[in-house]
Nanobody, 123 residues
Framework: QVQLVESGGGLVQAGGSLRLSCAAS????????MGWFRQAPGKEREFVAA????????YYADSVKGRFTISRDNAKNTVYLQMNSLKPEDTAVYYC????????????????WGQGTQVTVSS
């Protein structure tokens, strides 16, 4: 069992940066791949980024590639999402998720989810 708690969201101007954190409880954190998803009002939840259990491989949605960076610190049971050059279209609730696969962009592949943190980018 893994419990996830996101933090770091907020209001930022376009072009700015935020770093989201996702703290996990449970001894088995290191066994899970981690992903970030987001959901804007009236839209489907969409994949943002994923990282394998070791941190050796990362995957990104085309819309964030080159701007966002996912990383993890297994000693701290935490996964991060560094978001740079933010755009108004990045506005959404951001969720972290844990699952057994490291390269999936499908929400159905993830077993555990956090409660989400709001990111708002003003123009």
């Amino acid at each position: 069992q893994v419990q996830l708690v996101e933090s770091g969201g907020g209001l930022v101007q376009a072009g700015g940066s935020l770093r989201l954190s996702c703290a996990a409880s449970g001894r088995t954190f290191v066994m899970y791949a981690m992903g970030w998803f987001r959901q804007a009002p009236g839209k489907e939840r969409e994949f943002v980024a994923a990282i394998t259990w070791s941190g050796g491989s990362t995957y990104y949605a085309d819309s964030v590639k080159g701007r966002f960076t996912i990383s993890r610190d297994n000693a701290k049971n935490t996964v991060y999402l560094q978001m740079n050059s933010l755009k108004p279209e990045d506005t959404a609730v951001y969720y972290c998720a844990a699952g057994p696969l490291g390269d999936s962009d499908s929400a159905a592949s993830y077993d555990y989810w956090g409660q989400g943190t709001q990111v708002t980018v003003s123009s």
